[in-house]
């Protein structure tokens, strides 16, 4: 199962472990234990391990909380929450779908290092309030030590958190902000996500000055979170260039004419013989044209239910699908609805009618792969493009039905507008 584990639910959100995250729980277990013995709080060496282990488990509520207050605030706004799994560099709440506008966005972002320090400020009181008490006997040191650790953690949590940089909360706070002041949200997403591989090349480059300066192998850990951040952030910027040529480039720009001419007067006999027998192109697309107008698609299989003896009487007239009837884009779609119009049709291509209802051109998942290589300078070979085209599906890692379908929730509004003009 990937590597996570079901450890039960909250709210009715199913709650994941992934297993790098026990990794942590050994490292914090080891370094809470060490820290408790160092300081003398205990007598017992396993007193120290298992104060150790329990610390370690109220990182992972600390955690657990933070998305937890991202995930309720999405719940108000109407946002499924899918799953929330914590790793090895803390927890993800998986939300269904983006806020519809940047206040909203805002607030989720917001809410999970909100109830972190608001957890850390309640700690400290609590810790404070135990120390004045005087307890001075074992549980009651510990108790304080540990109070006032996860207290800590908290602020760590939540400060850490709110750093301006995609993937990190601070980063789609930012994201919100500056959507709501250019009122453009992948602008946002673009100004967020530099900030954020900034920050991660910042952190790397921490990283590697403490080790060099020190020797102390703690900066590895601050070059792993530098190039986790870094490379998070370059996701988002790849996917959002991805979403804006879905959205700019359109149907037009990317047709091919890859198909037929065909004359309707012709038999299905004259029809075969002259073209089908003939192909090379297994899945040439052929129009029937007459009058010099357009008359429709001719769809091979439609020919196999026409008695073979009738083949040298029937015409195309007879077989032709009416281009008002058949799967279709205007030029000036946009790439995201060829996509999602492709997936909805099951079909191989889609024909591409120009506003005096001719053909324009054809589309299929080839010929998108190949204007979005092109577009964003991906090496996907020519061999590969053939094969997309061949067998009618994209590759697994460019999964454009996805991206398209959270396309359109982000901007149905957008994509409306552009198809009445
Ligand atoms: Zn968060």
Redesign the pocket.
């Known amino acids: 199962m990937d590597g996570k584990w079901q450890i039960g639910s909250l709210l009715s959100i199913p709650l994941y472990i992934d297993s790098s995250w026990f990794f942590i729980l050994g490292l914090v277990t080891l370094v809470n234990s060490q820290e408790i013995t160092q300081l003398n709080l205990v007598e017992h060496l396993w007193l120290a391990w298992i104060a150790g282990l329990i610390l370690a488990l109220f990182l992972f509520i600390s955690v657990l909380l933070?998305?937890l207050?991202?995930s309720l605030v999405a719940l108000t706004q109407g946002i499924n929450v899918n799953s929330i799994t914590l790793f090895l560099f803390?927890?993800v709440?998986a939300m269904e779908k983006e806020s519809d506008n940047p206040t909203e966005a805002f607030w989720v972002?917001s809410a999970?290092?909100l109830v972190s320090l608001g957890l850390s400020i309640l700690l400290f009181t609590v810790s404070y309030s135990l120390r004045s008490s005087n307890n001075s006997d074992t549980i009651g040191r510990l108790l304080v030590y540990m109070t006032e650790d996860t207290a800590r953690i908290n602020l760590v949590l939540g400060i850490f958190?709110l750093i301006p940089g995609l993937p990190?909360?601070g980063g789609q706070v930012l994201k919100a902000i500056v959507w709501k002041i250019k009122g453009d949200r992948f602008t946002g997403v673009r100004w967020a996500a530099a900030s954020g591989q900034l920050i991660g090349w910042l952190g790397i480059s921490f990283g590697l000055l403490i080790i060099l300066l020190t020797g102390s192998l703690s900066g590895l850990w601050i070059v792993f979170i530098g190039w986790f951040v870094r490379r998070n952030a370059e996701n988002y910027k790849n996917i959002t260039e991805l979403q804006e040529s879905l959205l700019s480039i359109t149907a037009s720009e990317i047709m091919e004419r890859e198909f037929r001419v065909v004359n309707t007067h012709l038999n299905l006999l004259q029809f075969a013989q002259n073209y089908l027998l003939s192909e090379l192109h297994d899945h040439m697309v052929y129009f029937a044209a007459s009058e010099g107008r357009y008359r429709g698609l001719i769809v091979v299989e439609d020919l196999q239910n026409i008695e073979r003896s009738q083949w040298d009487t029937v015409t195309l007239w007879d077989v032709v699908r009416p281009l008002n009837t058949i799967p279709s884009v205007g030029e000036k779609t946009p790439l995201v609805t060829v996509i999602e119009k492709l997936e909805a049709i099951h079909e191989r291509s889609l024909s591409v009618l120009s506003p005096a209802g001719a053909v324009a051109g054809i589309i299929d998942r080839g010929d998108i792969v190949k204007a979005i290589a092109t577009h964003h300078q991906l090496p996907i070979p020519e061999t590969e493009i053939k094969r997309i085209k061949d067998e009618g599906t994209y590759p697994s890692y460019l999964q454009l039905p996805a991206i398209a379908k959270t396309l359109e929730d982000l901007t149905k509004a957008k994509i409306e507008n552009k198809q009445q003009l």
Do not use: K, T
Request: proline content about 8%.
């Open positions: 933070h998305e207050g991202h803390g927890g709440a972002a999970g290092p958190n990190l909360d």
